[in-house]
């Protein structure tokens, strides 16, 4: 199994990354801030089975410039664990970074990326519509990305699809309100589709007002296998198959 997007520097032991570790096929942390970044690589270091994705999420933007631009072209030129670039996008829930600031970096980001010939990883809060317009207006992406931990609507999730994003889902699909996110989730073409954990946030259900792991996969694996009534195995099987069409470096770094 494979969770495409996990905070390994965040959680709670070295216990919970070791065990997460060993159980999981693949694992890829995410760095999304000027600290983060070094995190995640140097973890993904330490693991064989872990990869790395570096950028910067809209909240930690403020006092950057185009040095900390060429700081993730530079990270990912110095190591092959390093995947994807991102977490990158918007977020309009809290008013902590001017929205023009996150256009301009969400945009930097982005074009980083097609120069990379790397996958993006997208986070999109609150801002369907503007994400969608900034995807519209720099497309085609080559090399794709993700709409993580998504949030969004139908219309969002067919026109992200449209343009080629995969779309992964985290627990939160599991909480009992979440019944237009389900919505989204049965509609979205399997092909496209991901799984995740976004640890130490949003653990499933089962676990809900735990710290979220990348072990707790599993459950969420469990839950929308019954929802779309596809068997776990094959479920698991179409989603880690997606992760690797998706993050190529992995198959090319790992011989699988």
């Not at 993904?44 to 950057?64: C, K, M, T």
């Not at 256009?103 to 120069?115: G, H, P, S, T």
């Not at 998504?150 to 992964?168: Q, R, T």
């Not at 889902?169 to 599991?174: M, R, W």
């Amino acid at each position: 199994m494979i969770d495409t997007h996990a905070h390994l520097d965040m959680l709670r032991s070295e216990t919970d990354l070791t065990e997460s570790v060993e159980k999981l096929d693949y694992i890829i942390t995410i760095g999304c801030d000027k600290e983060e970044i070094y995190k995640a690589v140097d973890i993904a270091n330490r693991f064989e089975n872990v990869y790395a994705s570096v950028g910067y999420h809209p909240y930690d933007i403020n006092g950057l410039d185009d040095r900390d631009i060429k700081i993730l072209e530079s990270i990912y030129r110095k190591n092959d664990k390093v995947v994807a670039i991102g977490e990158t996008g918007l977020d309009y829930y809290r008013e902590i970074t001017p929205k023009k600031l996150q256009w301009d970096f969400f945009e930097k980001q982005l074009e980083l990326a097609k120069k990379l010939k790397l996958p993006v990883v997208i986070h999109s809060r609150n801002a369907k519509e503007d994400t969608i317009k900034i995807l519209e207006n720099l497309s085609p992406f080559p090399d794709s990305g993700v709409l993580h931990c998504f949030g969004g609507d139908i219309n969002m999730m067919e026109k992200a699809v449209e343009m080629g994003f995969y779309i992964s889902f985290a627990g939160n699909v599991t909480y009992p309100k979440a019944d237009n996110l389900r919505e989204v989730l049965k509609k979205t073409p399997l092909e496209r589709l991901l799984l995740e954990t976004d640890s130490p946030f949003l653990s499933p259900q089962k676990k809900r007002g735990k710290p979220n792991k990348p072990l707790y996969i599993f459950y969420t694996l469990e839950f929308v296998s019954m929802l779309l009534g596809i068997q776990a195995e094959q479920l698991e099987k179409i989603t880690d198959q997606n992760a690797l069409k998706l993050f190529k470096k992995i198959k090319k770094t790992a011989n699988v």
